[in-house]
T-cell receptor, first 114, second 110 residues
Framework: DAGITQSPRHKVTETGTPVTLRCHQT?????MYWYRQDPGHGLRLIHY???????DKGEVSDGYSVSRSKTEDFLLTLESATSSQTSVYFC?????????????FGSGTRLTVV | GQQLNQSPQSMFIQEGEDVSMNCTSS?????WLWYKQDPGEGPVLLIA?????ELTSNGRLTAQFGITRKDSFLNISASIPSDVGIYFC??????????FGTGTSLTVIP
């Protein structure tokens, strides 16, 4: 067990409401990532963090914001959820991506926007 | 973003058969990874490749880093029911992130 947990595991929300997903790690890894997984698209990067308060956008960042106030927590917020944001969201952590060791993933959050 | 194409998109095979899948990119990568995702779970790292031409095994799994550095291959020998899942490739160049393929869904028929 790599010590990464996501909450909630499942959520149904209405269009236009704000939603926050949480990723918590106990590995003290510097890098944290949020991906979304959709059929035919694989895993697409939303945002990532390379340290406390240091974040950057990925390829599908529109409509999402993130915050990282502590090493162990990385929050993903949908300010006003839309049906196109229905997806499975994965958090990942990495000690040092430049070393090529890859990521460790959480178990995912299935979000449905109705 | 980088485009990684995996093929085939899905496979239905009989238990005991061998499996081959590949991943191609329009760009050169320095690292290739292969992940497996079980239903309802996150992807788990299977094999990591760091050098062009490298061939690495993990039990019944064998992966290769293509010599052009734009492709990678994964083979599974003597498939078993627990091999069912989605297999993803991922590539990294000089940046701080990996790019993921679209996945190959594997179904093993007992």
């Amino acid at each position: 067990d790599a010590g990464i947990t996501q909450s909630p595991r499942h959520k149904v929300t209405e269009t236009g409401t704000p939603v926050t997903l949480r990723c918590h790690q106990t590995e003290n890894h510097r890098y944290m990532y949020w991906y979304r997984q959709d059929p035919g698209h694989g895993l697409r990067l939303i945002h990532y963090s390379y340290g406390v308060k240091d974040t950057d956008k990925g390829e599908v960042s529109d409509g999402y914001s993130v915050s990282r106030s502590k090493t162990e927590d990385f929050l993903l917020t949908l300010e006003s959820a839309t049906s196109s944001q229905t997806s499975v969201y994965f958090c990942a952590i990495s000690e040092s991506p430049g070393s090529g060791y890859g990521y460790t993933f959480g178990s995912g959050t299935r979000l449905t926007v109705v | 973003g980088q485009q990684l194409n995996q093929s085939p998109q899905s496979m239905f095979i009989q238990e005991g058969e061998d499996v081959s899948m590949n991943c191609t990119s329009s760009s050169i990568f320095n690292t290739w990874l292969w992940y497996k995702q079980d239903p309802g779970e996150g992807p788990v790292l299977l094999i990591a490749l760091y050098k062009a031409g490298e061939l690495t095994s993990n039990g019944r799994l064998t992966a290769q880093f293509g010599i052009t550095r734009k492709d990678s291959f994964l083979n599974i020998s003597a498939s078993i029911p627990s091999d069912v899942g989605i297999y993803f490739c991922a590539g990294q160049n000089t940046g701080n992130q990996f790019y993921f393929g679209t996945g190959t869904s594997l179904t093993v028929i007992p």
